[in-house]
């Protein structure tokens, strides 16, 4: 393909995602030794609650609600329709 990039919907994605104690940025070697083609869309959200995401919980906990199943996959659909994602996306995970 000489280094053109497919079209969002199209392109080959892998999504990362932390588990509770965790945070985007802790893929961060992972996914340099994977040595990820360049082609390849690299998606790492912020669980909400989670991360850098506790400090907003922190400044206003009278309007911040402990996330809930519901509210993360409410959240993960949300921001997989915000960057495009299509069916060329596979997904990564830890828990706890």
Avoid: W, Y
């Avoid at 945070?23 to 082609?39: C, E, G, M, T, Y």
């Amino acid at each position: 393909c000489g280094g053109e990039v497919a079209d969002k919907k199209n392109q080959p994605t892998v999504l990362f995602f932390h588990g509770i104690s965790g945070r985007a940025q802790d893929f961060a070697k992972v996914i340099a030794d994977l040595q990820i083609p360049p082609q390849v869309r690299i998606l790492v959200p912020e669980q909400i609650g989670h991360g850098r995401d506790i400090k907003r919980a922190r400044s206003d906990p009278e309007n911040f609600k402990q996330p809930t199943h519901e509210s993360m996959l409410e959240s993960t659909s949300e921001f997989l329709d915000e960057v495009e994602a299509g069916n060329n996306c596979n997904a990564f995970g830890i828990s706890l």
